[in-house]
């Protein structure tokens, strides 16, 4: 059996562009339609926007214990800007890959479940499949909340989920967290000729810059864990942009930081010395203008996600899913495992191998024969 099903629900997919931020109820609908026609019973749940929805499907008999949850999101990545060389929107399949937006990342795991269900009985399931869809993961997981709140009331839980993000089809069960911050720093103007009368905005963010540097050199000091490409935690810096001109001294200055941490890392102890070393700067500018001050905007943060203690899976990946929120949350043990390689996500010409669509669909209907 080749990857004929799974190719046909990709280019339905694909043909929705669903960038996060955007309106996804056309997919959320069109999937929805899909899962009652194989049996489900799907609800359609409003997400954190207007014009955002999540939803859950659950085949087989709900009530039972032993289910297993299939988690995706139904966003994906703009495209403002790459080169592709064909409609991102409209899935092209050429020498043994198919190219669109989100084929890999992660509309293509979505397609394998949806093609493994053609045939399944829902009458035959002792266990139920819980199929979860939410919006704007690429947005820092910022829409999942209202699907983990209904999936939190079930009279029943699963008894553990697999989110399917790129793997290569490798089970993953554990990933770094992410915290990003926005840092304002208003400081006040002066001509530049009189600078000890003002207070550089751009001066202090790059002390600032400067502080979270020498914090990376101690984070790549350890702890570290070599299953990662990157085997310890990171902080990211940028963009940065302030002033206006040379002659000026700058009264704004803005940055964003991101810190990604080891699973067992505490972020909000990291993020502590951050907030210490900004307020440290801080008194400094208030003693020349007592108006001035570095605030800090949250941006997105999500938990990492941890090894089951009954899992012998060793595979790490260094980039973030929703599988940490739904462990933190539904406290079931969670792996990452789906088609593709998230070395394609997010770029030009987005694609992924029929090969793994084949071998996805195929894992799909293992684990629908295991639920019988």
């Known amino acids: 059996m080749g990857p004929e099903r799974s190719l046909a629900e990709l280019a339905r997919l694909v043909a929705h562009p669903t960038i996060a931020g955007e309106p996804n109820g056309e997919l959320v609908a069109d999937v929805a339609e899909r899962l009652e026609r194989a049996g489900a019973a799907v609800s359609v749940l409003p997400g954190t926007r207007p014009d955002a929805f999540c939803l859950h499907a659950v085949l087989g008999p709900a009530e039972a214990p032993g289910g297993v949850l299939l988690a995706a999101h139904s966003d994906v990545v703009g495209v403002d800007g790459q080169p592709w060389t064909h409609d991102p929107f409209r899935l092209h399949v050429e020498d043994g890959r198919a190219y669109g937006r989100g084929t890999a990342d ?53 008894a553990r989920a697999v989110v399917g993000e790129p793997t290569e089809l490798r089970v993953v069960n554990r990933h770094k967290s992410k915290t990003a911050v926005r840092v304002h720093v208003r400081g006040r103007a002066a001509h530049s000729s009189l600078a000890s009368t003002g207070v550089n905005a751009v001066a202090y963010a790059a002390r600032l810059v400067n502080a979270l540097l020498a914090l990376q050199d101690e ?96 595979a790490a990946v260094d980039f973030g899913t929703e599988a940490g929120l739904y462990q933190q949350r539904l406290g079931i043990p969670v792996v990452v495992c789906g088609p593709g390689s998230m070395s394609q996500g997010h770029q030009a010409d987005e694609f992924v191998a029929l090969e793994q669509l084949e071998r996805g669909e195929a894992v799909i209907r293992r684990l629908l024969r295991g639920l019988t």
């Open 106 to 158: 992660m509309k293509g795991f979505l397609a394998t479940v949806l093609a493994a269900l053609d045939g399944v009985e829902p009458r035959r399931l002792r266990r139920p499949l819980h199929l979860a869809l939410s919006s704007d993961e690429e947005l820092g997981c910022r829409g999942v909340a209202p699907l983990l709140d209904a999936l939190a009331t079930l009279p029943v839980r699963p």
């Open 219 to 314: 984070l790549a000091a350890g702890p570290a864990d070599p299953d990662y490409a990157v085997p310890y935690a990171t902080v990211g810096i940028g963009p940065i942009e302030g002033g206006v001109a040379v002659n000026i001294v700058p009264d704004r200055c803005r940055l964003d930081v991101e810190l990604r941490t080891l699973p067992d890392q505490d972020p909000g102890r990291l993020m502590a010395r951050i907030y210490a070393e900004a307020a440290a700067l801080e008194r400094e500018m208030r003693a020349v203008d007592p108006e001035s001050s570095i605030a800090f905007e949250p941006l997105a943060s999500y938990p990492g996600l941890r090894p089951a203690r009954d899992r012998a899976a060793a």
